[in-house]
Every structure is written in C-alpha cells, then in structure tokens.
C-alpha cells in the first residue's frame, strides 16, 4: 500500500507534464490538418487519441481489452457506452481509431482546453446544451445524419453523465434513440468500460499507480427495418451492464 502511494506520486508529474505537451502539440496540428479537410484532420486525432492513452502507462495504468473478431476496421457504428471519467474518450477514441469515433459531449468542453476544445468544435462532434433538451436532441441527431452520410462512428454515454464512483447509471434513452432514428443503417456496438474512475479517484493528486482499466467492445448488433429501438437500446444495455457485473463477481487478480 505504502509502496503504490509512493509510486503513485512519484510518476504523476511526469504524467501531467506528458499529458500536457501532447495537448499543446496536437493543437495546432490539427489546425493545420484541418485545412486540407476532415479526414486528414481525424488521422490526426487518432494520433492525439493514441498518444492520451500511451501516456497514461507513465503511471503505471494497464488495459485489458476484450474486442469482438466482428468488429471491422473503418466500419462506421453507433457505439454505445458508459462512462466513468474523462480519459473514457481517449481510451475508447485510441481502440477505435480506425473507426473514426465521434462524440456527444457538453458544450462548456469546447472552450479553452488545448486540442480536445479544437477537436469538440471543428472535429465534427456533437456539443450539447444539457439545459436544452430541444438543442441537445437535434444536435444529436444531426451528428446521427453526417456520421451516416461520411461513414464515421459515433459515441454516445446514455448516462448522461459521468459515474465517478464506478457504479452504472441508468441510461437515459431519449438522446440515444433519437440517435438510431437518425443513422439506421449503422450497426450499434456495446461497449463496457471499468476502472477508469480509479485515475480520478483524488482528483489527479495523485492518479493511482497500476490501475487496471477493463474495456469489452461485444458483437456488432444489425439494425433492421421497423426494429423497435427501445428494444434494441435495452439490449446493448443489459449486455454492458451484464459484463461489469460479471468483471466485479470475479476474485481479485
């Protein structure tokens, strides 16, 4: 115990110094990315993306993936997800690069946070106004159509909200249906995340060493003509919650 906390403080400034360059860099990367058009821009996300996720190994920080053989390389989905911290984005956009994975995020996100602020705005995101269920739910939408029609993925965190604590939220359906009606021919992947609320745990001071972070990406679910969506909504949530359940009944490592 004594021996992690050390650890734990030891390799937490080199991290931060880490995570902060690689948010100053990729910045004007994408700026200049971003003037010869969207997908040479997203190429550079998936850098920034991958780069997020190798620097949270300064800490000692393992992954444990489990990713469906039927998930396909540059194959546009609606992911369905929770969500337990801020680095959810950079973990799941790093196992997802090739899929080009957009997200529903909070508008307030998009204003002087370096590279991720530029990302929300100009990356073709979805940023919403949590006090407005009308604009949040076009926005959603509207994301739905463009991911559909340019053949990029889409995120969407049905809780609404972060579960800091690790426990899983009910989801809220309205943004997530609203989001099937409007992409149907993207198939919707569950996928279930574990751990990542750990890192937050004291709120960066310090983030715990060796902490070990669970992501399972399950089977593509097809889409049909006349599904019922909130069927289609309940099963990618019983499977989610199904295997952090499963993860939580196993003995510890």
């Avoid at 989905?77 to 997200?103: C, E, R, W």
């Amino acid at each position: 115990r004594r021996l992690q906390q050390a650890l734990s403080w030891i390799f937490t400034p080199p991290f931060l110094v880490a995570f902060g360059l690689i948010l100053v860099v990729f910045d004007p990367l994408q700026r200049l990315a971003r003037l010869f058009g969207p997908r040479p821009h997203e190429l550079v996300v998936a850098g920034l993306q991958w780069s997020l996720l190798a620097a949270l190994r300064i800490c000692g920080t393992r992954f444990q993936v489990e990713r469906s053989p039927a998930l396909k390389r540059f194959m546009p989905y609606i992911v369905i997800a929770n969500h337990q911290s801020m680095f959810d984005v950079p973990i799941v956009g790093a196992l997802l690069l090739t899929n080009f994975p957009k997200f529903v995020a909070k508008r307030e996100l998009a204003r002087l946070i370096p590279s991720i602020s530029y990302n929300l705005r100009r990356g073709g995101n979805a940023l919403i106004d949590r006090g407005d269920r009308g604009q949040a739910l076009e926005a959603i939408a509207d994301l739905g159509r463009r991911s559909e029609r340019r053949g990029v993925s889409v995120v969407i965190y049905p809780e609404g909200t972060r579960a800091r604590g690790g426990e899983l939220k009910v989801f809220k359906p309205a943004g997530t249906l609203g989001l099937l009606e409007a992409a149907p021919r993207l198939s919707v992947v569950p996928l279930a995340i574990d751990g990542s609320w750990k890192l937050l745990r004291y709120g960066m001071r310090p983030i715990p060493f060796g902490t070990r972070v669970r992501v399972w990406i399950g089977d593509p679910l097809a889409r049909a003509d006349g599904e019922d969506r909130e069927a289609l909504l309940g099963r990618a949530e019983a499977e989610i919650r199904r295997t952090i359940e499963g993860w939580r009944e196993m003995p510890p490592a």
